[in-house]
Structure formats: structure tokens, C-alpha cells
């Protein structure tokens, strides 16, 4: 661990931080749940990989996060939200309803990465 002191984290980034490290477990379940209800074929296993990236990457910013990842983190964690947003376009693209629930989550966590004690946080943590 660094010497840098890091500032107490807003509750609104505690609060996106918990959501993400929820996506990356729900992404988790899903690909092993795919996975086991239509088997491990090549192309299975593809379509798991992509959905588990995003979830992989919730983790991993997430984790930053915690440990005053500074601007570059925050851009990260809104390019990831969106991620999320086109694919519940996709699956609303191909009439599947769920997509709209897909929704609900990025744009939570949008919200609160993006209020100004979230970007206050960003800022005072860039190195």
C-alpha cells in the first residue's frame, strides 16, 4: 500500500461500488448457468465470455474504486455503464422484455458515480 492518504469515500460510492461487485456475481451466475443448461460447446462458451467481460470488469474497477482510482477509474466505471446499457439494447432489440430491467442498474450506478461528491472523491484521489 502507498504512503497517500486517500479521502473517506462518499456513501454514493460505496453505494455503486456494492451494485457493481452485485453485477460481477450476477455475471458470474449467469455464465454457469448458461453453461450448464446448454452445455459447453465452443460457441457456448463464447457467448458466456462476452457476457462475463463486462461483470469481470465490474470487479475490477470496483476494486479500484475502493482504493482512490482517481478520474481515469470513474471515466472507466461510465464507459463500462454504458456497455451495460447497449447490451439490455440488444436483448430489447430482439424482443426480449428483460431488457428493460437491464436498464435499471447501469443508470443507477451512473447516477451515483456521477453525483458531486462521487467526482469530488475522483478528483481529490488522481495521482
Known amino acids: 500500500?502507498?504512503?497517500?492518504?486517500?479521502?473517506?469515500?462518499p456513501t454514493s460510492?460505496?453505494?455503486?461500488?456494492?451494485?457493481?461487485?452485485?453485477?460481477?456475481?450476477?455475471?458470474?451466475?449467469?455464465?454457469v448457468?448458461?453453461?450448464?443448461?446448454y452445455g459447453l460447446?465452443?460457441?457456448?462458451?463464447?457467448?458466456a465470455v462476452v457476457q462475463l467481460a463486462p461483470g469481470v470488469a465490474s470487479l475490477i474497477l470496483a476494486r479500484k474504486a475502493g482504493r482512490g482510482g482517481g478520474r481515469?477509474?470513474?471515466?472507466?466505471?461510465?464507459?463500462?455503464q454504458a456497455v451495460w446499457?447497449?447490451?439490455?439494447?440488444?436483448?430489447?432489440?430482439?424482443?426480449?422484455?428483460?431488457?428493460?430491467?437491464?436498464f435499471v442498474l447501469p443508470i443507477v450506478v451512473l447516477v451515483?458515480?456521477?453525483?458531486p461528491s462521487s467526482r469530488e472523491y475522483f478528483a481529490h484521489t488522481s495521482r
Open 1 to 9: 500500500m502507498s504512503g497517500r492518504s486517500v479521502a473517506a469515500m
Open 112 to 115: 451515483l458515480v456521477t453525483r
Open 13 to 31: 460510492l460505496l453505494a455503486a461500488r456494492m451494485l457493481m461487485y452485485a453485477v460481477a456475481a450476477l455475471s458470474a451466475l449467469w455464465c
Open 72 to 80: 481515469n477509474v470513474r471515466r472507466w466505471i461510465i464507459g463500462l
Open 85 to 102: 446499457i447497449l447490451f439490455a439494447l440488444g436483448r430489447i432489440g430482439q424482443d426480449d422484455m428483460t431488457g428493460i430491467f437491464g
Open 41 to 47: 460447446t465452443s460457441e457456448n462458451l463464447g457467448s
Open 33 to 37: 448457468a448458461f453453461l450448464s443448461g
